[in-house]
């Protein structure tokens, strides 16, 4: 139990579009969801704390107008790369927390945006 | 969240136990120490996470010092698909509390 899939695992866009990555939770619901980047060779770093219904809670430094998310269910939130440019090129990876009681987030595969 | 360092790498043969330090020194008490790891190109998979007793479970063994300053992950039989970056994270329980991963520590395993 407790899988978490991402969609897509790779995309290569062009500089200047928009691409939407989508984080699901398939066997439980997730009222908290969360959004990170990594760079190659680097940590992960988080860029926002997604809640059910309410708006995203971004980390200090990260543009809540370039990195849209919505959690607009308790099994799904989406992160949306607007205007990708080459320095947005990194792994995406989320997690989701079930709810009270359960002491671990649950991450996904991870998705690996390419910008040219 | 109190701050922890842990070696940037070890290796270890396989079959043998690969012990993974940590320190937190400023830990409080109501803190927990957590480990994930990540493999490469994955996204991270909790491994285990304690307060202050010592804690085992089917992936792993964690070893907290009394003063809780410092903890050892243990995996007993290190296995090829044991390499990864394992990351040593202290914060408050509750799993809905956000994640900040430090640099961890590779661990490499070794035929």
């Known amino acids: 139990g407790a899988v978490v899939s991402q969609h897509p695992s790779r995309v290569i866009c062009k500089s200047g579009t928009s691409v939407k990555i989508e984080c699901r939770s398939l066997?439980?619901?997730?009222?908290?969801m969360f959004w990170y980047r990594q760079f190659p060779k680097q940590s992960l770093m988080l860029m926002a704390t997604?809640?059910?219904?309410?708006?995203?809670?971004?980390e200090q430094g990260v543009e809540k107008d370039k990195f849209l998310i919505n959690h607009a269910s308790l099994t799904l939130s989406t992160l949306t790369v607007t205007s990708a440019h080459p320095e947005d090129s990194s792994f995406y990876i989320c997690?989701?927390?079930?709810?009270?009681?359960?002491?671990?987030?649950?991450f996904g595969p991870g998705t690996r945006l390419t910008v040219l | 969240d109190a701050k922890t360092t842990q070696p940037t790498s070890m290796d270890c043969a396989e079959g043998r136990a690969a012990n993974l330090p940590c320190n937190h020194s400023?830990?409080?008490?109501?803190?927990?120490v957590y480990w994930y790891r990540q493999i490469h190109s994955q996204g991270p998979q909790y491994i285990i996470h304690?307060?202050?007793n010592n804690e085992t479970n089917e992936m792993a063994s964690l070893i907290i010092t009394e003063d809780r300053k410092s903890s050892t992950l243990i995996l007993p039989h290190a296995t090829l698909r044991d390499t990864a970056v394992y990351y040593c994270?202290?914060?408050?329980?509750?799993?809905?509390?956000?994640?900040?991963f430090g640099q961890g520590t590779r661990l490499t395993i070794n035929p």
């Open positions: 997690s989701a927390h079930p709810g009270t009681g359960v002491y671990t987030q649950y």
């Open positions: 066997d439980f619901q997730a009222t908290t």
């Open positions: 997604s809640n059910e219904g309410s708006k995203a809670t971004y």
């Open positions: 400023t830990i409080s008490g109501n803190e927990y």
């Open positions: 304690g307060l202050k």
């Open positions: 994270i202290v914060r408050v329980g509750g799993g809905a509390q956000k994640l900040v």
